[in-house]
């Protein structure tokens, strides 16, 4: 059974279509790239298999259950995920809280959380920053501290928004890096919004194109950069759809 | 006439006052805090969760709520003080309650307009929040109890200028009091209303030298709650041990 399953998918904000009927799986443990110019739907993809939207028209699946339902039923299923934006949305606290906050909300004891954190930290690789002021941060850390603010969960879906685009490459080798090791050590299940075609080559086991709210074609990585079956696949691919 | 001379007595009478524990001087000084203090307690517990509920919430009229609570944060106190008169006067519809000339009203009175001043500046500091802090907080679980939590914390600097604002409109506030509590000697006169009446007898001394005084405790209260801003920088959504425990693993 796939962990996701979307079918025929619609999402309109205001009188844009954001999304236009699309039906994607997302296979257990796989590295699912979304690829696509900017406003083409990868982050209102992420945002309705992470529950915090609606689809206008459509079904979407999580692990076989019926998305659909109560805010109870949305948020029981929300919390098996966790989901990473393209600005770190930090709070105005220590890195330590940041990171403890979603295991706080889920009423773990504080030995637990000290626990888990340090463990998070470590992973991302900023052990012994527990203390400072989230605000300090620079960039590239503040977006380490959001990821493990979202493996501390243990998460069996990892949601990524495009969380290198505007990081320095040291940043992006670390963040990558982080991403493939909870891939491969603990099977979480990866989706990776991305308009770096490169770094989707390095990480993923499938890609999916969006474009314009459409979803153009998904495939095997080598398959689909090598032998794309749309026009407009070639045609993003090869850079001559501006975006 | 008075001059500089007065000002110049007044602070040495302020400092003699203070120090001699004058007990008329002590008494009025402790009901001006206890009836402001209560005020902005009551006007926080009211005024923080109507301001959160408005400013994050959706609904239809929300621009003219906030108007209308902008417009009562200048609520003039005169006119709070004439409306309790009328109510809580022995013939008034609430004149059964006999708290007409009592601290009580004056409390009251100060509520009313603590309330708005509260809720308006929660108001302008929640609605400030980050969009991706709201949904960054929903992401990570959160139901709407602990999203509101989690955004109020996020926000507890402006929560406590609500309550620096709250308190220092309540302190020095006279027109409202002056009116429901009478300025009765030894049981209602407070601060500001002595201020008025000394000033009135041509007292200026004595009254500058309360002026001093009510100005040094809202300076009090003010380092109080500045020290709670400056110490509120951890424990986001921590149970109360947190810190400690995070202290000894993370040095």
């Known amino acids: 059974m796939n962990l996701v399953e979307m079918i025929g998918v619609s999402k309109s904000f205001v009188d844009k279509a954001a999304l236009k009927g699309v039906s994607l799986s997302v296979r257990r443990g796989e590295i699912l790239s979304i690829i696509g110019p900017s406003g083409a739907g990868k982050t209102t993809l992420l945002r309705l298999i992470n529950l915090l939207i609606y689809p206008d028209e459509g079904k979407i699946f999580f692990e076989g259950v019926d998305t659909e339902g109560s805010e109870q039923h949305r948020r029981t ?94 940043n992006v080798a670390a963040i990558e890096n982080v991403v493939k090791r909870v891939n491969s050590d603990s099977k979480i299940t990866v989706v990776f919004a991305t308009h770096n075609l490169l770094q989707a080559k390095r990480l993923s086991d499938r890609v999916a194109f969006l474009w314009m709210g459409e979803l153009v074609e998904v495939g095997e990585t080598s398959e689909l950069f090598e032998n794309p079956k749309d026009e407009r696949t070639s045609l993003y691919l090869s850079g001559r759809i501006i975006y | 006439m008075p001059g500089w001379e007065e000002l ?72 709070v003080g004439l409306i309790f008169y009328i109510l809580l006067s022995s013939t008034g519809p609430l004149g059964f309650l006999h708290l007409i000339y009592t601290p009580e009203a004056m409390m009251l009175a100060q ?107 809202a300076f009090l209260v003010n380092v109080v709650l500045t020290c709670l801003q400056m110490k509120s920088r951890s424990g986001l959504f921590a149970q109360t041990r947190s810190t400690k425990i995070n202290r000894k693993v993370e040095v």
Not at chain 1, 105 to 118: L, N, P, Q, W
Not at chain 2, 129 to 156: M, N, T
Request: charged share 15%.
């Open chain 2, 111 to 217: 509520l009313t307009m603590v309330i708005p001043i509260v809720a308006g500046v929660v108001i302008t500091s929640t609605s400030g929040i980050d969009v991706g802090l709201r949904e960054a907080a929903i992401s990570l679980g959160a139901d709407a109890l602990q999203e509101v939590r989690i955004l109020l914390w996020e926000s507890r600097l402006g929560l406590l200028t609500a309550l620096v604002v709250g308190f220092g409109a309540a302190i020095s506030e006279v027109g409202a009091i002056m009116i429901v509590g009478g300025n009765l000697l030894g049981y209602t006169r407070a601060l500001t209303t002595s201020i008025v009446l000394l000033t009135n007898q041509g007292e200026f001394v004595e009254a500058i030298a309360l002026g001093i005084i009510l100005l040094a405790l």
């Open chain 1, 77 to 170: 299923l929300r919390r098996r995920m966790a989901m990473v934006f393209q600005h770190p949305a930090l709070f105005d606290a220590s890195v330590f809280d940041n990171v403890a906050l979603g295991l706080r909300i889920r009423g773990f004891s504080e030995r637990a959380v000290v626990e888990k954190v340090d463990e998070a930290l470590r992973y991302v690789g900023l052990s012994g920053l527990g203390r400072r002021r989230a605000a300090t941060l620079s960039a590239g850390e503040a977006q380490r501290v959001s990821l493990a603010r979202a493996l501390v969960l243990e998460p069996k879906l990892l949601l990524l928004d495009e969380p290198t685009a505007n990081l320095d490459p040291p």
């Open chain 2, 8 to 79: 110049f007595y007044g602070v040495f009478r302020a400092l003699q006052l203070i120090f001699s524990g004058d007990p008329e001087i002590a008494r009025i000084t402790f009901l001006s805090l206890r009836v402001s203090g209560a005020a902005t307690l009551l006007g926080g517990i009211i005024g923080i969760p109507l301001g959160a509920t408005i400013a994050l919430r959706s609904f239809r009229g929300k621009t003219i709520v906030i108007s209308m609570i902008n417009t009562l944060m200048g609520l003039p106190p005169v006119l």
